[in-house]
T-cell receptor, first 116, second 117 residues
Framework: AQKVTQAQTEISVVEKEDVTLDCVYETRDTTYYLFWYKQPPSGELVFLIR??????QNEISGRYSWNFQKSTSSFNFTITASQVVDSAVYFC?????????????FGKGTMLLVSP | GAVVSQHPSRVICKSGTSVKIECRSLDFQATTMFWYRQFPKQSLMLMATSNEGSKATYEQGVEKDKFLINHASLTLSTLTVTSAHPEDSSFYICSASPGQGGRQPQHFGDGTRLSIL
């Protein structure tokens, strides 16, 4: 069975600080996909990134970066120079590629509060 | 990019009312659609998976007679909460996928906030 653990329930930082959101996953499949979504207070889910299990290259997109480490089953997300608009709940999710469906298993989410 | 439209965005109604929520894929054909439920300050929990033209597959603990899902076309799935009660109040969010397998990402609607009085 697949499982996603986001151990940090809530993180508070001051604007311009860097912050890392942790994500640890469990799966028996060798083919799988990892995702990060942002959910602002308005409720919609904003897709941030998808990474497949065969691509361990780290990725940077503006102030966002992701560190995928298969050896530790982790897919951590770092926001550099955080801004108030980054305040949201962030979900890490896993999809097993061989399941026949693109069913997503979500972590419990990490609420990020960025204060001015 | 792929767009999924969910309607209505908010519903407030009396106990005993049945409520229908629509999920439409606007610019792609969705072979598979998913319905999630999210309680305040909690994660998204998958309720059911529906494939066009076949019966939905419900997750354990989800009452299929309570939450009716219809996926009659490749662009529309509906979730009907029958005889809703206050405990059904929640945030419901749908997603759609162009195909099966993790290669095809899910695209999410903006969610429906359901409040039963």
């Amino acid at each position: 069975a697949q499982k996603v653990t986001q151990a940090q329930t809530e993180i508070s930082v001051v604007e311009k600080e860097d912050v890392t959101l942790d994500c640890v996953y469990e799966t028996r499949d060798t083919t799988y996909y990892l995702f990060w979504y942002k959910q602002p207070p308005s409720g919609e889910l904003v897709f941030l990134i998808r990474r497949n299990s065969f691509d361990e290259q780290n990725e940077i997109s503006g102030r966002y970066s992701w560190n995928f480490q298969k050896s530790t089953s982790s897919f951590n997300f770092t926001i550099t120079a955080s801004q108030v608009v980054d305040s949201a709940v962030y979900f890490c999710a896993l999809s097993e590629g061989n399941s026949g469906y693109s069913t997503l298993t979500f972590g419990k989410g990490t609420m990020l509060l960025v204060s001015p | 990019g792929a767009v999924v439209s969910q309607h209505p965005s908010r519903v407030i109604c009396k106990s005993g009312t049945s409520v229908k929520i629509e999920c439409r894929s606007l610019d792609f054909q969705a072979t598979t659609m998913f319905w999630y439920r999210q309680f305040p300050k909690q994660s998204l929990m998958l309720m059911a998976t529906s494939n066009e033209g076949s019966k939905a597959t419900y997750e354990q603990g989800v009452e299929k007679d309570k939450f009716l899902i219809n996926h009659a076309s490749l662009t529309l799935s509906t979730l009907t909460v029958t005889s809703a009660h206050p405990e059904d109040s929640s945030f419901y969010i749908c997603s759609a996928s162009p195909g099966q397998g993790g290669r095809q990402p899910q695209h999410f609607g903006d969610g429906t906030r359901l409040s039963i009085l």
